[in-house]
C-alpha cells in the first residue's frame, strides 16, 4: 500500500516549456486534488476531481489543467511554464468531502522554472 | 469567506518545555478542523483531527487540541516537546471540496 506517489521528485524547466506532474493513490478515494506551497502562503489548491470524470478550479488555478485519467490517477499540466509556477506541488486524495475524512498527501514535487 | 489564521510565522522552544500553536478559522457551518505536520522536504502528515462530540482531541506522537467554537479556535498543544517535533505546522478546515490551510507554523526546538 504506497497511499499517494507523485512523479518527477524534481524538475527544471525553462520558461515556456511544458510538463505534467503525475499523481496516483492506491487507496480507492475517490477524491483527488492538487495543491501548491509557497513559502508564506500555506498550500493553496489549484485544481481538485471530487469524483472520476469531474474536475474543479480551486483558489490557484490559471496557467494549469488536470486530467482525472481514472479513479488511481489525477495529472497536473503546465503548458507554458513561467517563472511564478515554480513552487512545490502536492497532490492529495480523500474519501468523498461529506464523509469527514482527511486529505492523504504524497510527497510532493519541486519545480524550478528558470 | 471560510479561512484559517495561524498567528504565529515561527516559534521556538526549548526541548521539553511546552507547546501550543494557535489556529483561528471562519467557516459558516460546523467545520472539520485538521493539524498536519510536515517535516523538511517531506509531505504532509495528519496529526489529529475534530468532526464532532468531544472538543479535546488527541493524536499522534503525544499532541492534542482543543476545539473553542465560541473563538473559532483549534489550538495544538503538547505537554513536552522533543527536539524531533521541529517543523512546519499546518491548521486546516473542512468540509466540502475546499480544504482551506493556514500559512503555517515553523517550530524550532533548541536542547
Known amino acids: 500500500n504506497a497511499g499517494v506517489t507523485q512523479t518527477p521528485k524534481f524538475q527544471v524547466l525553462k520558461t515556456g516549456q511544458s510538463m505534467t506532474l503525475q499523481c496516483a493513490q492506491d487507496?480507492?478515494?475517490?477524491?483527488m486534488y492538487w495543491y501548491r506551497q509557497d513559502p508564506g502562503m500555506g498550500l493553496r489548491l489549484i485544481y481538485y476531481?471530487?469524483?472520476?470524470?469531474?474536475?474543479d478550479k480551486g483558489e490557484v488555478p490559471n496557467g494549469y489543467n488536470v486530467s482525472r485519467l481514472n479513479k488511481r490517477e489525477f495529472s497536473l499540466r503546465l503548458e507554458s511554464a513561467a517563472p511564478s509556477q515554480t513552487s512545490v506541488y502536492f497532490c492529495?486524495?480523500?474519501?468523498?468531502?461529506?464523509?469527514?475524512?482527511?486529505?492523504?498527501f504524497g510527497p510532493g514535487t519541486r519545480l524550478t522554472v528558470t | 469567506a471560510q479561512s484559517v489564521t495561524q498567528p504565529d510565522i515561527h516559534i521556538t522552544v526549548s526541548e521539553g518545555a511546552s507547546l501550543e500553536l494557535r489556529c483561528n478559522y471562519s467557516?459558516?457551518?460546523?467545520?472539520?478542523l485538521f493539524w498536519y505536520v510536515q517535516s523538511p522536504g517531506q509531505g504532509l502528515q495528519l496529526l489529529l483531527k475534530?468532526?464532532?462530540?468531544?472538543?479535546l482531541v488527541q493524536g499522534i506522537k503525544g499532541f492534542e487540541a482543543e476545539f473553542k467554537r465560541s473563538q473559532s479556535s483549534f489550538n495544538l498543544r503538547k505537554p513536552s516537546v522533543h527536539w524531533s517535533d521541529a517543523a512546519e505546522y499546518f491548521c486546516?478546515?473542512?468540509?466540502?471540496?475546499?480544504?482551506?490551510f493556514g500559512t503555517g507554523t515553523s517550530l524550532t526546538v533548541i536542547p
Open positions: 487507496m480507492n478515494h475517490n477524491s
Open positions: 492529495a486524495s480523500s474519501v468523498p468531502p461529506n464523509r469527514g475524512s482527511e486529505q492523504y
Open positions: 475534530y468532526f464532532s462530540g468531544d472538543t
Open positions: 476531481s471530487a469524483s472520476e470524470g469531474t474536475t
Open positions: 467557516y459558516g457551518a460546523t467545520p472539520y
Open positions: 486546516a478546515v473542512g468540509p466540502g471540496n475546499q480544504f482551506y
